[in-house]
């Protein structure tokens, strides 16, 4: 895959499969704009992918709250003039049994999985759909094939 010249936007890219995919787009030659909560961290992610010749870039945001994401996608783009790939990778997860789960617990992890994917992605359509291109990629959970105890209500 040739990446080179390429933005790419990953959610919940301070850590674990975010980070990882981040670090490969960039040595792929794609600048990560990497997105999530953790100020700190998402600095040392973009500081570490710069130091190995990559480029990268971070913004804070909540992808849960639809105007965060809209303010951020349109910062993304006024700084960098476009965006080409979306990857939706923020997620969560609810380490508990059903029968000690809240709904409180449970909206927070389809907020997160579910509205936030959903906010990523309005918020870069028109864009896409302005410049006639660009890619959404969706991560999910292996929860999502196997199921685990004490994961989001698998009893």
């Known amino acids: 895959m040739v990446l080179s010249g390429k933005i790419a936007l990953i959610t919940g890219a301070n850590r674990g499969l975010g ?11 794609a600048l990560t704009v990497l997105v999530g909560r953790k100020e700190a961290e998402l600095a040392a992610v973009r500081d570490a992918i ?6 990268a870039d971070y913004r804070v945001a909540d992808v849960t709250d ?4 809209q303010e951020m996608v349109d910062s993304v783009v006024k700084e960098h003039r476009t965006i080409d790939i979306l990857v939706n990778n923020a997620g969560n997860h ?6 000690d789960m809240t709904v409180e ?3 927070s992890v389809l907020d997160v999985h579910l ?5 990523m992605s309005k918020a870069v359509a028109p864009y ?12 999910a959970s292996m929860t999502s094939y196997i199921g685990q105890p004490q994961v989001c209500g698998y009893a």
Request: net charge positive; with cysteine; glycine share 10%.
């Open 94 to 99: 609810c380490k508990k049994y059903i029968w």
């Open 115 to 119: 509205v936030g994917s959903f906010a």
């Open 105 to 107: 617990d449970y909206k």
């Open 128 to 139: 896409f759909k302005e410049q006639r291109h660009g890619r959404i990629i969706f991560q």
């Open 66 to 69: 639809p105007k965060q994401v």
């Open 50 to 55: 710069i130091a190995a010749g990559g480029k």
């Open 19 to 29: 980070k990882a995919i981040a670090e490969k787009f960039a040595s792929e030659g």
